[in-house]
């Protein structure tokens, strides 16, 4: 893995000697889960940065391809993923994921798009219409409902990717950018909107507590407001509000979309 990760970083200090064998190998085993571009470690998560680097280099060393697939056309340079059956994954027509993705055993996607660099854990749930961007890393036992946006990132090389942790659930038209990371068994409640710089402020407490780029682990999040001052009126912006945990007894969906109907929202799936 160092000599491959040493091959891509030269050719990426020489772009006109690119290796184009590094490059391919490098792609192969993102494709193959045996290796991603983020992974968690004993401090968190651990961004390899070659990796996202031999991913742009593999637009460099692909030509322009056609490929049918029953009535229909592209025009890529990438090719698709292949022998779903013998990973274990579901696939639901017209569900899309491209070559250098990785899906665990288990995993289902309705009718959705996974783009390349994306690694998604075992069991989780690619919904209708969601998407999972470039270098996205979705942990085990994930459900991303129906028109979800998980953000991608490919430049600049040295940005986070987008990571959300096993068991998290992330409701319908939720999206999620700019490398923030959702802790394990987090909720977002339905049309939440977070980006880096979005406050996350956790309001069950006597004071509040805020985040920024993370969600806390367990965490259930809806849709909310901060007033801010221009020049022109005080207007607000967004904000997610924490406004509980999870815990044995919140751990159904029913039970979730009952606490959050008390504060005028809803997980939507």
Request: aromatic letters at 8%.
């Amino acid at each position: 893995m160092s000599e491959l990760a040493e091959r891509i970083e030269r050719s990426w200090a020489e772009p006109e000697h690119v290796d184009a064998a590094a490059v391919e190998d490098a792609v192969g085993m993102l494709d193959r889960g045996e290796a991603r571009v983020a992974e968690p470690d004993d401090d968190g998560w651990t961004v390899n940065e070659w990796a996202k680097k031999a991913v742009l280099l593999f637009f460099r060393v692909r030509d322009l391809e056609t490929t049918e697939v029953g009535p229909f056309e592209y025009h890529d340079r990438l090719p698709l993923k292949r022998d779903y059956a013998k990973a274990g994954v579901r696939v639901v027509p017209p569900a899309t994921a491209r070559y250098g993705s990785f899906l665990s055993p288990g995993v289902v996607l309705m009718p959705s798009y996974v783009n390349i660099g994306a690694w998604v854990g075992p069991r989780t749930l690619v919904d209708t219409w969601a998407t999972v961007g470039s270098c996205a890393q979705i942990g085990a036992d994930v459900h991303l409902s129906g028109g979800v946006g998980i953000g991608g990132v490919l430049e600049p090389v040295q940005a986070g990717p987008v990571i959300v942790e096993d068991g998290a659930f992330v409701g319908s038209r939720c999206i999620v950018v700019e490398g923030v990371r959702v802790r394990a068994r987090a909720v977002l409640g339905a049309g939440l909107i977070l980006t880096g710089n979005t406050p996350v402020i956790d309001v069950t407490g006597d004071e509040a507590v805020e985040y920024r780029g993370e969600v806390p682990a367990g965490a259930i999040v809806v849709p909310g407001s901060r007033p801010r001052d221009f020049p022109g009126g005080s207007y607000g912006l967004p904000a997610g509000l924490i406004i509980g945990y999870r815990s044995e007894s919140t751990d159904s969906k029913l039970q979730l979309n009952d606490m959050l109907r008390e504060f005028g929202s809803s997980v939507g799936s």
